[in-house]
């Protein structure tokens, strides 16, 4: 993931100031490494480090650089560590195109080899180095930039945004197949972004780069290629901002925006992960003697979560456990052939790390998931997946959480694959499905966070509460109470529904809350809806969460239950698609409760001992 920010002054006007400060408002997308490329005289120049923006700018001494076109980037790594060499803009052999992106390439190993073969020298392991060379290749073809909708669709695959300076002509291309990608006008400048609000102060109007166009500006004005042909900048916006909302990209806390990015990450996900490292992720799974999953917080959830897929997809029972508890209790199992798969979203969690050494010295094969890819985590491992969800400032994570769920599913879906349980067919229907789910739930995110909020205000004046499930939705049970415990200090448990009426039951009354989480397996869901008439007439204030076009959760509002209706999606995404409701649900009612939602006292984002 990235920030993209790049100018073009109409008079000649010195525009690094402008980007370094448009860098500094994305910092949210990521400091792991920073950079800037300027052209001056039809020169290239470029300047990259690792570390936030101000850090590089005083190391390299941008104050001092000038140039009337410049193009820069910060980074949260998903493909490359954290290096000088994998920074962005990444260039061109003949140092004509300096290239900056935000998502992924998706056939980057693909890509890679043929420019290899093309004889084109690589000095990073960043997926975006290979956009620099591809489009090379078309301009020494003699491509004329009317055909670089054709260049990139036909080349690149993914879910990307892709901004390019060309020092030839001192203009700057922008192109997305998705992610948010912005253009900015004023009298004196042109500007693209990934955030609108990261343009406030510089620009007068605006509008959103729209799949299938290739955006050039440059000091004479702004040219639109698309397959149709050749067009202008088009109608454009007022960019009326509110400023106090500039570092959050226009949201009151990191929570909610993260909340809001989940179907993006969900898609930078799909397209991140590479699927010869997804093959091998999947051999160690079925090849193992026996399968330990160790988490915490969480990343345990989502482990459990896994523990459903594997179990069902592979036909694998992996042992999952806490990562604190895994040294006590079950390192004398561990030997060669076992896998241990470590979850760890910053990759720096004590208790995992810890774990890991242990299980490492017996002989035992890490797989690492972790959603920093410089972490100590994806070091100690034998191999490691990314989660790509891209950087989480919340103490509550909420995307992280669901792109672990995906990436958990896409090793058993490969795994799957491989054991010869679904054919290729049933494959790519499930992955078109992840994606489909994510486009529904983008679409549908403001009406889920609206009931949530009349739901919040329900729960609000309870002393406290339960969240319910059963099956494959139990582990959000847990992570629901996890989230309300965190965002709004809402002391909850979370209950396996089945045990339900084994005592929980007895706390059930008026001024207690209970947040039910239909069950996605048609037995366990009709064994659960008795339970909410229950709790209803204890008179406790209930909360339904479910999918939307169920009849039986609709009706459940006419019976003063709030209910949280999330789109329909297939069975085994229903742990992503519906953490989202109990996400905003927690989100909402820390607010209402003025709650310090990003940092929760006395908890930190990576616990490291």
């Not at 402008?18 to 950079?35: F, H, Q």
């Not at 009317?146 to 700057?172: H, N, R, Y």
């Not at 397959?227 to 509110?242: T, Y």
């Not at 209790?329 to 990759?347: C, R």
Request: hydrophobic letters at 40%.
């Amino acid at each position: 993931m990235g920030g993209i920010f790049g100018a073009v002054s109409r008079s000649g006007g010195n525009v690094v100031p402008l980007v370094v400060t448009g860098l500094e408002r994305l910092k949210y997308r990521g400091t792991d490494n920073s950079g800037i490329a300027v052209a001056r005289e039809g020169r290239l120049e470029v300047y990259k480090d690792t570390g936030p923006i101000d850090v590089v700018a005083r190391k390299l001494g941008l104050d001092k650089l000038q140039g009337s076109v410049a193009l820069g980037h910060t980074r949260y790594a998903t493909h490359g560590r954290p290096t000088a060499e994998n920074a962005h803009p990444h260039v061109d052999c003949g140092r004509r195109l300096a290239v900056v992106g935000d998502g992924s390439i998706s056939n980057y190993e693909e890509l890679k080899d043929k420019v290899l073969l093309n004889g084109h020298r690589l000095t990073s392991r960043s997926d975006f180095e290979v956009v620099a060379h591809v489009l090379e290749e078309a301009f020494r073809e003699g491509r004329a930039p009317e055909a670089l909708p054709g260049v990139l669709s036909e080349k690149l695959q993914g879910f990307f945004a892709v901004a390019f300076l060309d020092a030839s002509t001192g203009s700057i291309y922008a192109a997305t197949t998705g992610p948010q990608l912005f253009l900015g006008a004023s009298r004196e400048l042109f500007l693209v972004s990934t955030s609108k609000y990261a343009m406030h102060g510089f620009a007068e109007r605006y509008r959103e780069v729209r799949r299938g166009e290739v955006v050039r500006v440059s000091s004479e004005g702004v040219e639109v290629y698309t397959g149709a042909g050749v067009g202008g900048l088009g109608e454009l916006q007022p960019l009326h901002l509110d400023p106090s909302l500039v570092e959050k990209n226009g949201y009151k806390h990191h929570m909610l925006r993260e909340i809001y990015e989940v179907p993006e990450s969900l898609m930078r996900t799909l397209s991140s992960v590479q699927k010869k490292y997804l093959q091998l992720a999947a051999r160690l799974v079925t090849g193992a003697d026996n399968v330990y999953i160790i988490a915490n917080g969480t990343s345990l959830h989502a482990g459990m979560v896994a523990s459903y897929y594997f179990s069902e997809l592979v036909g694998v029972n992996p042992v999952v456990v806490s990562a604190a508890e895994f040294p006590l209790y079950y390192l004398e199992n561990i030997g060669p052939g076992s896998l241990v798969l470590a979850i760890s979203q910053s990759g720096e969690t004590g208790d995992v790390l810890s774990s890991l050494y242990e299980a490492k010295l017996r002989g035992a094969t890490i797989l690492g998931i972790t959603n920093y890819v410089g972490s100590r985590l994806a070091r100690l491992s034998n191999l490691y997946l990314p989660i790509a969800a891209g950087p989480e400032l919340a103490v509550p994570a909420t995307k992280t959480f669901t792109s672990t769920l995906l990436l958990l599913y896409l090793v058993a879906l490969r795994a799957s694959r491989q054991e010869g349980r679904i054919d290729e067919d049933t494959l790519n229907s499930k992955l078109a499905a992840v994606a489909e789910a994510a486009r529904q739930l983008g679409e549908w995110l403001p009406k889920v966070d609206s009931e949530a909020s009349k739901a919040a205000n329900e729960v609000s004046e309870c002393r406290g509460g339960y969240v319910v499930s059963r099956g494959l939705t139990y582990p959000l049970a847990l992570e629901g109470a996890l989230k309300l415990k965190e965002a709004s200090y809402f002391h909850a448990e979370g209950v396996e529904a089945g045990e339900f009426k084994h005592g929980p039951f007895v706390l059930v009354e008026k001024g207690f809350g209970v947040v039910f989480v239909v069950p996605v397996e048609k037995v366990s869901a009709e064994a659960t809806y008795p339970l909410v008439g229950m709790a209803l007439e204890a008179g406790a204030k209930v909360v339904a969460v479910g999918f939307a076009g169920d009849q039986s959760l609709e009706a459940l509002s006419e019976k003063g239950a709030a209910v949280v209706a999330a789109p329909p999606a297939e069975r085994h995404l229903a742990p992503i698609v519906l953490a989202v409701p109990l996400q905003l649900l927690a989100y909402r009612l820390g607010e209402r409760l003025s709650r310090p939602i990003d940092s929760p006292r006395y908890l930190t984002k990576a616990v490291t001992q």
